[in-house]
């Protein structure tokens, strides 16, 4: 499974986009990227998954070079319930049996 | 949309006991079940895969006669933490696939032991 690495911390402000990059250098052919959300004590909600280019929907958009060597999830505007754990995750998608490998997050914090 | 849904959402026990995290899918057919464990300000950590109707697959460091997993139908699994110790005290967090759409996670369950 490939390895990702992401900012350990990120700090914004209301109102404000806020791009969190993922790093995936040795992602492979079959694998698709996907951004887990996760609050303290809740589980983690799935945001958005892509496979390359661009992809957008109510919450954020994410985007994909053509290398897919990385991935940059974009939330717009963002409000103080916009503070919790961000987590990319590459592999598989929706095949039987395959696992999420969490990495270490992203903690994005929003003040006002 | 898919889910999840975990019971109980937390749990006190006393050392020495067992406690069951129960884990199902509500409303579609979950071929396999994977359980997670989080300590505090850390990140999620696979414990185990559970396929129905087979014995589940570990992850290296994981006892399997200390998490005890059953996946009796297609939208139950469980796991029982048997001989429970402080140490195990954790956020446990299921989650269940159909195959065709993103994994979809419970809200997890707060183990503490005292």
């Not at chain 1, 409000?79 to 395959?98: E, F, I, K, P, R």
């Amino acid at each position: 499974l490939a390895k990702t690495t992401q900012p350990i911390s990120m700090d914004s402000y209301e109102g404000q986009e806020v791009n969190i990059t993922c790093s995936h250098n040795n992602i492979a052919t079959n694998d698709y990227i996907t951004w887990y959300q996760q609050f303290p004590s809740q589980g983690p909600r799935f945001i958005i998954q892509g496979y390359k280019t661009k992809v957008t929907n109510e919450v954020a958009s994410l985007f994909i070079p053509a290398d897919r060597k990385s991935s940059t999830l974009s939330l717009p505007r963002v409000s103080l319930s916009d503070t919790a754990v961000y987590y990319c995750l590459v592999g598989a998608a929706n095949q039987a049996g395959t696992a999420l490998i969490f990495g270490k997050g992203t903690t994005l914090s929003v003040s006002s | 949309g898919a889910v999840v849904s975990q019971h109980p959402s937390w749990v006190i026990c006393k050392s020495g006991t067992s406690v069951k995290i129960e884990c199902r899918s509500l409303d579609f057919q979950a071929t396999t079940m994977f359980w997670y464990r989080q300590f505090p300000k850390q990140s999620l950590m696979l414990m185990a895969t559970s396929n129905e109707g087979s014995k589940a697959t570990y992850e290296q460091g994981v006892e399997k006669d200390k998490f005890l997993i059953n996946h009796a139908s297609l939208t139950l699994s469980t796991l029982t933490v048997t001989s429970a110790h402080p140490e195990d005290s954790s956020f446990y967090i299921c989650s269940a696939e159909d195959g065709n759409s993103p994994l979809h996670f419970g809200n997890g369950t707060r183990l503490t032991v005292t």
